[in-house]
């Protein structure tokens, strides 16, 4: 039968026919809004659920940085008792003396500046002084990874410094300190100084490399400072081993709290504070020049 045999509908059934398309259409848009309501309200609970796990994480890092330090704590490798890393020729890490301790203690670090050993002589910190006859000069610099005046010593003296070390004229020992945790909001001088530690404890032959990036990218006073995710990855882009595990568990930071207490007590105030064999450059004039008269006069 062709569709213009086809019986016509009744006006009873075009209105029941309409009706049931309407009831189709109101149920397929009911279980359509019904799908949509599910969704979104998985979308919320699975947005919930991330927000949790961020404020717990960053909750957690701020425990962790508020933690309370140890006075006491393991002395990295290749690190000596002092808080100083010597580096010798190419930038090669010198061994500390065998007799250095495993840990320090900061019951060991006087509560006021030692009384000087003789009339009018200065105040120096332990493990500074004159090196013997034909050995190399001894420079000693106290250095804050937050302190733009350091970054400035380094910039302006660095080549000279590399100078000396590589013609064996003389050995340079930073002992990096946490004095300027006062100018960031997240401790960062001593988290840049745990790093550091981290660094010369698993990987000595890349500290001086990354000494070198963390003054090239120091944050401005006054800021939060770089994150520790940061920091390691600047271990990681110099070649050095993983020190995740390090920063997070904040491991050297009892080594970076006693050797910044022990600088204080010796009457080191300031950073950069810089001797060269045993003599403190006092930070106005030429420093180069300063340096280059000892060890010219070196025998």
């Not at 509908?9 to 397929?28: D, G, H, P, V, Y």
């Not at 080594?255 to 204080?264: L, N, P, T, W």
């Given at each position: 039968?062709?569709?213009?045999?086809?019986?016509?509908?009744?006006?009873?059934?075009?209105?029941?026919?309409?009706?049931?398309?309407?009831?189709?259409?109101?149920?397929?848009?009911?279980?359509?809004?019904?799908?949509?309501?599910?969704?979104?309200?998985?979308?919320?609970?699975?947005?919930?659920?991330?927000?949790?796990v961020v404020v717990a994480l960053l909750l957690l890092q701020a425990n962790r940085s508020a933690a309370p330090i140890a006075d006491s704590g393991p002395v990295p490798a290749h690190a000596n008792a002092n808080g100083g890393v010597?580096?010798?020729?190419?930038?090669?890490?010198?061994?500390?003396?065998?007799?250095?301790?495993?840990?320090?203690?900061?019951?060991?670090?006087?509560?006021?500046?030692?009384?000087?050993?003789?009339?009018?002589?200065?105040?120096?910190?332990?493990?500074?002084?004159?090196?013997?006859?034909?050995?190399?000069?001894?420079?000693?610099?106290?250095?804050?990874?937050?302190?733009?005046?350091?970054?400035?010593?380094?910039?302006?003296?660095?080549?000279?410094?590399?100078?000396?070390?590589?013609?064996?004229?003389?050995?340079?020992?930073?002992?990096?300190?946490?004095?300027?945790?006062?100018?960031?909001?997240?401790?960062?001088?001593?988290?840049?100084?745990?790093?550091?530690?981290?660094?010369?404890?698993?990987?000595?032959?890349?500290?001086?490399?990354?000494?070198?990036?963390?003054?090239?990218?120091?944050?401005?006073?006054?800021?939060?400072?770089?994150?520790?995710?940061?920091?390691?990855?600047?271990?990681?882009?110099?070649?050095?081993?993983?020190?995740?595990?390090?920063?997070?568990?904040?491991?050297?930071?009892?080594?970076?709290?006693?050797?910044?207490?022990?600088?204080?007590?010796?009457?080191?105030?300031?950073?950069?504070?810089?001797?060269?064999?045993?003599?403190?450059?006092?930070?106005?004039?030429?420093?180069?020049?300063?340096?280059?008269?000892?060890?010219?006069?070196?025998?």
């Open positions: 039968m062709s569709p213009t045999n086809e019986p016509r509908l009744t006006k009873a059934e075009k209105t029941t026919q309409a009706r049931e398309n309407a009831r189709r259409i109101r149920e397929a848009q009911a279980k359509k809004e019904k799908r949509n309501g599910w969704l979104i309200r998985g979308g919320v609970l699975v947005a919930a659920v991330a927000i949790v010597v580096l010798g020729k190419n930038n090669t890490v010198v061994a500390p003396p065998a007799s250095t301790p495993a840990t320090v203690n900061l019951a060991g670090v006087p509560t006021s500046s030692p009384t000087p050993t003789a009339a009018g002589a200065a105040v120096v910190p332990p493990g500074i002084a004159a090196s013997a006859a034909g050995k190399p000069v001894q420079i000693v610099a106290y250095v804050d990874f937050i302190c733009p005046i350091c970054k400035n010593f380094e910039d302006q003296n660095g080549d000279a410094l590399a100078k000396w070390r590589d013609s064996g004229k003389a050995t340079v020992e930073y002992r990096d300190l946490g004095f300027l945790d006062r100018s960031s909001t997240t401790n960062y001088s001593s988290r840049a100084a745990n790093a550091a530690a981290c660094v010369v404890n698993s990987s000595p032959e890349k500290y001086g490399d990354y000494f070198t990036k963390l003054f090239s990218v120091q944050p401005p006073e006054n800021s939060a400072g770089l994150k520790n995710d940061e920091l390691k990855q600047f271990a990681t882009d110099v070649g050095a081993k993983d020190i995740s595990t390090c920063v997070d568990e904040g491991t050297f930071r009892p080594y970076v709290k006693v050797i910044s207490d022990e600088a204080q007590a010796y009457g080191i105030t300031g950073t950069p504070s810089v001797f060269v064999d045993g003599k403190k450059w006092d930070g106005s004039g030429d420093f180069q020049a300063f340096a280059q008269k000892i060890i010219d006069a070196k025998k």
